[in-house]
T-cell receptor, first 114, second 113 residues
Framework: GAGVSQSPSNKVTEKGKDVELRCDPI?????LYWYRQSLGQGLEFLIY????????KSGLPSDRFSAERTGGSVSTLTIQRTQQEDSAVYLC????????????FGAGSRLTVL | AQSVTQLGSHVSVSEGALVLLRCNYS??????LFWYVQYPNQGLQLLLK??????LVKGINGFEAEFKKSETSFHLTKPSAHMSDAAEYFC???????????FGTGTRLQVTL
């Protein structure tokens, strides 16, 4: 597609429920990153996919968080047993893994855990 | 390890005044440096980037930044602020295609009449 598409744009859930957030990258972009932006906070790196290489999961805050990328394209970030502190905007950025690997970001998925 | 420090979480300028947003970095290898802007309820948009070559880089909307290795800085400037510049600005760094992008904590720019 023309840009990075994220869905849902807004998600309200109850504490303890599981949620899935989706990222559709720009066609041909092999690098895909997830970041979390909490209220008043900067951008926290979560996970990084590059082609068929093993993902860099070093930023995932707990084992309740996981992500997968199917066929090197669409990625899903899953948060199990959500907690109120998971409330944030989750941003997906993708790049073509060339030169400086400039990332293009989607509009984000705003998650609110009640 | 690499890091980015943005001095000033909030900056307020008058319309027409100079905009200066500060960014300092730490990296053990030559960095690639970026400025992104985030308008309310939107994603991040690339303003400009430094990779190699000319140290003064120009971006969209009249912004520019200068890479100063000796000062480990990459400050963002605009000669004359416009109301539409009000947004959050993030400085970021990576060290190549295989390295993750590290962001600063952001600076919220307010533009007043």
């Amino acid at each position: 597609g023309a840009g990075v598409s994220q869905s849902p744009s807004n998600k309200v859930t109850e504490k303890g429920k599981d949620v899935e957030l989706r990222c559709d990258p720009i066609s041909g972009h092999t690098a895909l990153y997830w970041y979390r932006q909490s209220l008043g906070q900067g951008l926290e790196f979560l996970i990084y996919f590059q082609g068929n290489s093993a993902p860099d999961k070093s930023g995932l805050p707990s084992d309740r968080f996981s992500a997968e990328r199917t066929g090197g394209s669409v990625s899903t970030l899953t948060i199990q047993r959500t907690q109120q502190e998971d409330s944030a905007v989750y941003l997906c950025g993708t790049g073509d893994y060339s030169g400086a690997n400039v990332l293009t970001f989607g509009a984000g998925s705003r998650l609110t855990v009640l | 390890a690499q890091s980015v420090t943005q001095l000033g979480s909030h900056v307020s300028v008058s319309e027409g005044a100079l905009v200066l947003l500060r960014c300092n970095y730490s990296s053990s290898v030559p960095p690639y440096l970026f400025w992104y802007v985030q308008y309310p309820n939107q994603g991040l948009q690339l303003l400009l980037k430094y990779t190699t070559g000319a140290t003064l880089v120009k971006g969209i909307n009249g912004f520019e930044a200068e890479f100063k290795k000796s000062e480990t800085s990459f400050h963002l400037t605009k000669p004359s602020a416009h109301m539409s510049d009000a947004a959050e600005y993030f400085c970021a760094l990576n060290t190549g295609t295989a390295s993750k992008l590290t962001f600063g904590t952001g600076t919220r720019l307010q533009v007043t009449l």
